[in-house]
């Protein structure tokens, strides 16, 4: 198996550095981001990518670094952050009772929902793992770095968690902030209501955080801006997807007027079903 493509962020005092995997943009692996951070003697995993092969070669890389993977935490419970924890099924798995819920009931509907629409449903994985255990959040420390696992609600996604890593000034995002990928914005709450507003205003409150750069969910990582960058494309998105009448060749057009050279134009497939073609 070739290596996957990996971006070794390097922290110390105290020792931490931040793998980064992502995903191919093309052939449905969605540019996500899956995260291993590495301390001075266990590892950490951070979401766990759509195709099977990228999950294949993070445990290569993982099991080569020769430490103890001490848990796997899965932020929210869209597929591109979970799947591939089938192949970590021997380890502890963590994320908020919501996405635990969540993945018990649809993880199978969206494994046959992505078999359907990839081009590559023989690079998915062969079930849906559920995350075992419920966490909500809170501060930890592993040897010498504090982590400190934050919850958001109706936002990209439903539930999950995000981490700060306050002694290195960054945050590990998950979804709340892509970069220069198209958005999913289809997500609603569970009275049936949209939650991209709500998810801007709690990307106001992110961006008032003592961070030197951030770690999106999609895309490369980068600086504070790119919380701005989010801002601006949902806030441009409001008007075109919550109006009434909104329809899918207005927000196609609007992308294409707007956003042309967007990475991941699955992302737009995927929130115009989700939000014009559900209840
Ligand atoms: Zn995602």
Request: proline residues 8%; glycine residues 8%; aromatic residues 10%.
């Amino acid at each position: 198996m070739a290596p996957p493509p990996v971006i070794v962020h390097e922290f110390d005092h105290p020792y931490l550095r931040v793998h980064q995997f992502p995903s191919p943009a093309e052939g449905g692996g969605e540019a996500v981001n899956s995260y291993l951070l590495e301390f001075e003697t266990g590892l950490l995993i951070l979401d766990l990518p759509l195709l099977d092969s990228v999950a294949i070669s993070i445990r290569d890389y993982a099991d080569q670094l020769n430490k103890p993977i001490l848990k796997v935490l899965i932020s929210h419970a869209h597929p591109d952050h979970w799947f591939g924890l089938y192949r970590f099924q021997d380890f502890p798995s963590l994320a908020t009772t919501k996405t635990i819920d969540e993945i018990r009931e649809q993880g199978a509907n969206y494994l046959a929902f992505k078999q359907a629409q990839t081009t590559a449903p023989y690079d998915l994985p062969q079930g849906a793992i559920v995350p075992a255990t419920s966490y909500e959040g809170g501060e930890e420390t592993i040897d010498g770095v504090t982590l400190i696992w934050r919850n958001a609600s109706n936002v990209e996604y439903l539930d999950g968690l995000y981490l700060e890593i306050p002694i290195h000034q960054i945050p590990i995002s998950g979804d709340l902030v892509y970069n220069h990928v198209h958005h999913y914005v289809g997500q609603k709450d569970e009275q049936g209501k949209l939650c991209i507003s709500h998810w801007i205003d709690m990307l106001n409150t992110l961006r008032v955080g003592p961070f030197n750069s951030i770690f999106p969910g999609h895309g490369a990582k980068g600086g504070m801006e790119l919380i701005e960058d989010s801002i601006t494309y949902l806030g441009a998105l409001i008007p075109v997807v919550t109006e009434p009448g909104a329809n899918e060749p207005q927000y196609r057009q609007f992308i294409k007027d707007n956003f042309a050279d967007f990475d991941v134009i699955e992302m737009v497939d995927i929130s115009a079903y989700f939000l014009l073609h559900q209840p």
